[in-house]
T-cell receptor, first 111, second 114 residues
């Protein structure tokens, strides 16, 4: 059983399009993070959300934490080729002693 | 050097070999981690060290043996590995462990077991 399920698993879009990536779980998390990993590199943290319903914006990226703190979404506006990469959600358990990564969404933005 | 570095970047080893992966962090952090990233599985946390003491060991086979001689260095000693151990091994560090601490990752070691 995957604790953090991401969808879609793969996404290929044209430059300029919008997209949304989802991270879902049946568990409640104390906080949730989104990372981006480029080929040949380790993941890099994009954002941390901690409050249910919280929305954070990072330039063209909008992150939302679900009200019940069980899910999250990442929306990219006007995608660019530089957005290409593997997007990973990750979360600390409610007890704070376990850290889990999601299944990942591989995004390709075609120029 | 800045951030988190890992050596070697690529490693090919036979099932009877013994090798070690090295990780070094230049961030002054107190916690270090080993993760395994396979093609068909999510990133798996293998080991966590906080202030040079192991605080988490997620049922990792004994053919993987971590060592943390000081807060800046972390090793993963490998022996009698199996082909299914082929993966990207990522090291990370953070100021502390638990909720709210950001982890900084190295570029990984791509391991192939033949």
């Amino acid at each position: 059983t995957q604790l953090l399920e991401q969808s879609p698993q793969f996404l290929s879009i044209q430059e300029g399009e919008n997209l949304t990536v989802y991270c879902n779980s049946s568990s409640v998390f104390s906080s949730l993070q989104w990372y981006r990993q480029e080929p040949g590199e380790g993941p890099v943290l994009l954002v941390t959300v901690v409050t249910g319903g919280e929305v954070k914006k990072l330039k063209r990226l909008t992150f939302q934490f679900g009200d019940a703190r069980k899910d999250s979404s990442l929306h990219i506006t006007a995608a660019q080729p530089g957005d290409t990469g593997l997007y990973l959600c990750a979360a600390w358990s409610n007890t704070g002693n376990q850290f889990y990564f999601g299944t990942g969404t591989s995004l390709t933005v075609i120029p | 050097e800045t951030g988190v570095t890992q050596t070697p970047r690529h490693l090919v080893m036979g099932m009877t070999n013994k090798k070690s992966l090295k990780c070094e962090q230049h961030l002054g952090h107190n916690a270090m981690y080993w993760y395994k990233q396979s093609a068909k599985k999510p990133l798996e946390l293998m080991f966590v060290y906080s202030l040079e003491e192991r605080v988490e060991n997620n049922s990792v086979p004994s053919r993987f043996s971590p060592e943390c001689p000081n807060s800046s260095h972390l090793f993963l000693h490998l022996h009698t590995l199996q082909p299914e151990d082929s993966a990207l091994y990522l090291c990370a560090s953070s100021q502390g462990t638990g909720i709210g601490y950001e982890q900084y990752f190295g570029p990984g070691t791509r391991l192939t077991v033949t």
